[in-house]
């Protein structure tokens, strides 16, 4: 390959989601054995859902906020999801549809609920999202400076592909790309 990366390939991926966990639809509940409480999806439609995506993506990405009409955009051409523990907001998800094979997909959580799980749960849930919509190939993007998102994807497979700069900002975003296991 021209860029030197050895991709996973979809059957690769579907190995990796059996080996790795089910997922769990939207509006159903799990219960996770390393937390008190009920984790719970709720699909970005709802204003209520909306706001709380739009607060913790702008809590983790402070450098490219959002206003709330950018919200309503996306979730119009991607799969966005909150993860709440019981009634408490713990995270959101992007999952933007795959484009000549490849899905980007992203996972970010509250510093306070990081390192419990919630994080590998969501990942496993987007990842899920973005095979079902026809994915040949994962890719995520992650502000530089998070350093917990970062060993978090190279932890699961990811590599790096290319840092950007958008216009105005001093701090890079990394776009990494999930390799083949093995």
């Given at each position: 390959?021209?860029?030197?990366?050895?991709?996973?390939?979809?059957?690769?991926?579907?190995?990796?989601?059996?080996?790795?966990?089910?997922?769990?639809?939207?509006?159903?509940?799990?219960?996770?054995?390393?937390?008190?409480?009920?984790?719970?999806?709720e699909?970005?439609?709802?204003?209520?859902?909306?706001?709380?995506?739009?607060?913790?993506?702008?809590?983790?990405?402070?450098?490219?906020?959002?206003?709330?009409?950018?919200?309503?955009?996306?979730?119009g051409?991607?799969?966005?999801?909150?993860?709440?523990?019981?009634?408490?907001?713990?995270?959101?998800?992007?999952?933007?549809?795959?484009?000549?094979?490849?899905?980007?997909?992203?996972?970010?959580?509250?510093p306070?609920?990081?390192?419990?799980?919630?994080?590998?749960?969501?990942?496993?849930?987007?990842?899920?999202?973005?095979?079902e919509?026809?994915?040949?190939t994962?890719?995520?993007?992650?502000?530089?400076?998070?350093?917990?998102?970062?060993?978090?994807?190279?932890?699961?497979?990811?590599?790096?592909?290319?840092?950007?700069?958008?216009?105005?900002?001093?701090?890079?975003?990394?776009?990494?790309?999930?390799?083949?296991?093995?």
């Open positions: 390959m021209s860029d030197g990366l050895h991709h996973a390939t979809r059957h690769d991926m579907k190995f990796l989601m059996v080996n790795f966990g089910v997922a769990i639809p939207a509006g159903r509940a799990v219960r996770m054995t390393n937390v008190s409480g009920v984790l719970r999806y699909t970005a439609g709802s204003a209520a859902v909306l706001r709380d995506w739009r607060r913790i993506h702008n809590l983790v990405i402070p450098t490219a906020p959002l206003e709330a009409e950018e919200v309503e955009e996306r979730a051409r991607n799969h966005l999801e909150v993860a709440y523990l019981d009634d408490v907001a713990v995270g959101c998800s992007t999952v933007r549809p795959p484009s000549e094979g490849t899905a980007v997909v992203i996972a970010r959580v509250l306070e609920f990081r390192g419990r799980g919630f994080g590998d749960e969501m990942y496993r849930r987007a990842v899920a999202t973005a095979l919509l026809g994915a040949l994962i890719e995520t993007v992650i502000l530089a400076s998070n350093d917990d998102g970062l060993r978090f994807a190279v932890h699961r497979g990811f590599a790096e592909i290319e840092r950007y700069t958008l216009p105005g900002d001093t701090i890079p975003f990394v776009e990494l790309r999930l390799l083949e296991a093995g």
